[in-house]
């Protein structure tokens, strides 16, 4: 038993060291994003994208957060609606049906990591009312703007527009760490990490809620959840932040405070030591072996696809820390980066926060009173409203 073990850990710390070599990799030679804008030119996005030899895919829920389309899947297939056009899509196919005609893309659509990725060539020709292409194909242009509602009205082609709408912050993901048959952490008082991030995250989520900001909680009960659930959901949903609410431990009972960290590739051996604790859980998840099987050129296209995220993610970092001080009284041991499996994927800036040490006597006191989760997740609920009001006037020069 103690052999698996051992074999395990050093299995994941294999795992993590060829994770953060080629996220390392990808973000040198890191591919620019596509630019998207409104017809008279002002921008108003930016796709990842990955490249399959000469073709280019872009992410469909991404692309549809901000061309206002829905989308459904029936019967195996992908229904995608946009103003005036049907668009019906099937993965490894490189057929399309378009209001009832067939067109054939350049290549096939592609499933990443609960997204399906298209040809970014072949936009125009799937979204023929909506999408218009530059001549380099470096540019995608959107017809139409958006109304009050959020939906998007056909425009004149030939018309420009000063009133396009600016994006605005949609869904926030709350994901409690842990959960089920994984604990988490434990600490002084009794403290179990899954129960006390299931907590603060409901109390984030009510909150939110009250502010008038969209909300999904990844999950709302003592149910486990693998790390690639954690982050396809938050894609499904088409989330515009995505926070891990984890807590830490350690030996020693005088380390304390909150910590964030990023997708990067780690620069300490504290950093290493985190992400290897937290992305242990695979070794409970029933398919574990699909985090043996990820090649490295995959590795490179999610940190590829994610690299445009950074920016928002290190300012969010920054004040989510700022945040819990001030409201919780927690102090900060400052921003770090590693390689979370449960942030790896995820297609709006992400961060996993350690809201404090379950072994440190005075952040056990706040982790473990209602008062205390209750200040915790007024903080991080404070910092993504600040990030709402950052991102949005951003969006807007």
Excluded at 196 to 212: H, P, Y
Excluded at 250 to 269: F, H, R, T, V, W
Aim: negative net charge; hydrophobic residues 40%.
């Amino acid at each position: 038993m103690s052999k698996r073990i051992y074999i395990g850990r050093h299995t994941a710390f294999v795992r993590l060291a060829l994770l953060t070599l080629v996220i390392a990799v990808a973000q040198l030679h890191a591919a620019p994003t596509i630019l998207v804008t409104d017809l008279a030119g002002t921008p108003v996005a930016r796709l990842p994208f990955m490249s399959r030899g000469d073709a280019r895919l872009v992410p469909l829920s991404v692309l549809a957060k901000h061309a206002g389309f829905e989308s459904e899947a029936l019967r195996g297939k992908e229904h995608v609606y946009s103003p005036g056009c049907t668009t019906i899509l099937e993965l490894r196919n490189s057929f399309a049906e378009i209001n009832g005609a067939f067109v054939q893309m350049s290549g096939p659509a592609e499933s990443w990591d609960g997204s399906i990725w298209l040809p970014l060539e072949s936009l125009d020709q799937l979204f023929p009312t909506s999408i218009e292409l530059s001549d380099s194909r470096d540019v995608i242009r959107l017809l139409g703007v958006a109304d009050s509602s959020g939906i998007v009205q056909l425009v004149d082609h030939k018309q420009t527009t000063d009133s396009a709408s600016a994006w605005t912050l949609g869904n926030v993901i709350i994901d409690p760490g842990h959960g089920g048959r994984d604990p988490g952490g434990k600490g002084i008082q009794g403290l179990i990490e899954k129960e006390v991030t299931l907590d603060i995250a409901r109390r984030c989520e009510t909150l939110l809620s009250a502010a008038g900001i969209p909300v999904t909680v990844t999950r709302r009960d003592d149910k486990f959840l693998t790390l690639g659930q954690r982050t396809r959901h938050a894609n499904s949903e088409s989330g515009d932040l995505f926070v891990s609410l984890h807590c830490n431990s350690y030996k020693d009972p005088m380390i304390g405070g909150a910590e964030c960290y990023i997708l990067k590739p780690a620069k300490s051996e504290r950093a290493i030591e985190v992400a290897a604790a937290e992305n242990q859980v695979v070794e409970l998840e029933r398919e574990a072996e699909q985090y043996e099987i990820m090649t490295e050129e995959n590795y490179i296209l999610l940190a590829m696809a994610t690299s445009q995220y950074l920016r928002d993610s290190e300012r969010w970092s920054e004040v989510v820390l700022e945040e819990l001080k001030r409201t919780a009284g927690i102090p900060s041991r400052g921003v770090d980066q590693a390689g979370f499996y449960v942030l790896m994927g995820a297609s709006m800036p992400a961060i996993l926060l350690e809201c404090g040490y379950l072994t440190n006597p005075e952040d056990a006191r706040v982790l473990g009173t209602e008062r205390g989760r209750q200040k915790i997740a007024e903080a991080v609920s404070a910092s993504i409203v600040k990030m709402k009001s950052e991102m949005e006037s951003a969006s807007r020069q």
